[in-house]
């Protein structure tokens, strides 16, 4: 019983870990970019295969960053988008360009982390 449960474990240990990718997203009450956002994109972001190889996380710019996250520099204007590969700033788009520019711009920071995005 032990044996099987150490080969079980040794095997995981073998594969290859999968990381943890998230796309950031710094707003804050009032932001009209952030609204247009949220009109824009926000509703249909999960349902992309963009949103489920980096799902959305909120912060507002405001609030203390969270500890486990490390970004490459301060947030200051909104809406600011992080994508986040293992809690380390992969890249980042600092405001809403307008959807056609977002998915563009969204598309190229997943290639550059090499993060795999499926249909």
């Not at 486990?68 to 890249?91: C, I, N, W, Y």
Request: aromatic letters at 10%; proline letters at 8%; glycine letters at 6%.
């Amino acid at each position: 019983m032990w044996t099987k449960a150490l080969s079980l474990t040794l095997a995981m240990l073998a594969l290859p870990a999968m990381s943890e990718t998230r796309l950031i997203m710094a707003e804050e009450e009032g932001c009209m970019w952030c609204a247009r956002w949220n009109e824009e994109i926000g509703p249909i972001y999960p349902k992309t295969p963009e949103g489920r190889a980096a799902p959305l996380q909120r912060l507002d710019v405001h609030d203390p960053l969270p500890a486990e996250l490390q970004f490459d520099r301060s947030l200051h204007f909104t809406p600011t988008f992080v994508l986040m590969v293992d809690g380390v700033e992969a890249s980042r788009i600092e405001g809403y360009p307008g959807e056609d520019f977002f998915w563009g711009l969204l598309g190229q920071m997943l290639i550059a982390a090499a993060v795999p995005v499926s249909q």
